[in-house]
């Protein structure tokens, strides 16, 4: 896996290696007799560029692309809080490219009166993205395809960068956080019984399922949806995994995608008590900050199926920070 992904070029900005870390606390919280796995945490939220997060690991091998198309303009969308587009802001800003993003308005209703100033909001502004506000309609990429489309009659050399930097390449950059977790476990005396994280637009899971499938192929990877659409998830996932495994020249197989349904809240950017609880005790047992739209309901998920014994004691369980801290300012009111 390590030769092909030195196949495709990266530009180096994301901080890479992330740490790979054990939660000791949390573990002994979940099971105080010592009954239950033991769990650690991959720190994509430490990827560094602008807060961080799963984005610019998939943004450092997607961008090679535009600067080697010449492009001028990075061109793409997300929700008012989203990860994704604070990440594609900071990119371009360090890259010296201009952003133009489409800002979804409507997929949920704002949970705060401050919601649309504050957290990557107000990151996204101070990187110097221009926004445009647009409708939520359920069409991920075609507002991002419509600018794109006027910024180019405008003379402009727009690269578009996927709703979530979802894609065949994307998933091909997520394959090696499993290339490091490997690394890093068996430097720890370990192997993975399982990773879990929060899946959305879902080549952050393809990579992984992908990458695992190749180094790690006793490491069952679970994706916990947040969306509340877990149909949709998980045909995106094999989707992107079926792309990016042709890409690496990998076999596919689509039994390696386990989508987790119903333990992540009513819908997306909507956190529940489990939520709250989750992103408490990160914050409290492991000086984790997650948030309440990705992280904290990958936690949730996670401590979720600890608790109806899923795994066991002496089995590891590695899970992904994907990042997200930024949007938690959004939602202070849960924590007041
Ligand atoms: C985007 C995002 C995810 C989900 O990754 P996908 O590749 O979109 O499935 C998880 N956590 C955070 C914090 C994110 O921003």
Request: hydrophobic fraction near 45%.
């Amino acid at each position: 896996m390590k030769d092909q992904l030195a196949r495709f070029p990266r530009l180096g900005i994301a901080h890479l290696p992330t740490p790979l870390e054990p939660m000791k606390r949390l573990t002994a919280h979940l099971a105080p007799d010592g009954n239950g796995p033991r769990l650690w945490v991959k720190r994509e939220d430490c990827t560094g560029v602008g807060l961080g997060g799963n984005k610019l690991r998939k943004l450092d091998y997607v961008l090679s692309e535009a600067v080697a198309s010449g492009a001028d303009t990075l061109v793409s969308g997300g929700v008012v809080q989203s990860n994704s587009q604070r990440q594609v802001a900071a990119a371009a800003a360090r890259l010296g490219f201009h952003c133009h993003l489409a800002v979804y308005h409507g997929r949920l209703a704002p949970p705060a009166p401050d919601y649309e100033r504050t957290g990557n909001a107000l990151l996204n502004r101070l990187f110097g993205a221009t926004l445009h506000d647009v409708p939520w309609n359920g069409d991920r990429n075609g507002a991002i395809r419509d600018l794109a489309e006027q910024l180019q009659a405008q003379g402009r050399k727009p690269y578009l960068v996927p709703y979530g930097v979802s894609s065949p390449l994307g998933a091909v950059a997520y394959a090696s956080t499993v290339v490091e977790i490997a690394a890093q476990a068996e430097a720890l005396g370990f192997t993975p019984h399982a990773i879990v994280h929060c899946s959305g637009s879902g080549a952050t899971q393809a990579g992984l399922v992908v990458g695992a499938r190749a180094c790690l192929p006793t490491t069952r990877v679970v994706g916990i949806d947040i969306d509340a659409e877990p149909e949709r998830v998980r045909a995106d996932v094999l989707r992107f995994a079926e792309g990016a495994a042709d890409l690496l020249g990998e076999p596919f197989f689509p039994e390696g995608v386990e989508v987790v349904a119903g333990l992540a809240g009513p819908a997306y950017g909507v956190p529940h008590a489990a939520t709250v609880e989750a992103i408490r005790l990160g914050a409290a047992l492991e000086a984790l900050v997650l948030d309440p739209v990705y992280s904290g309901k990958g936690l949730a998920g996670l401590i979720a199926l600890i608790r109806t014994g899923r795994w066991t004691a002496g089995q590891d369980i590695v899970f992904i920070h994907t990042g997200g801290a930024p949007a938690l300012f959004a939602y202070r009111h849960l924590f007041d």
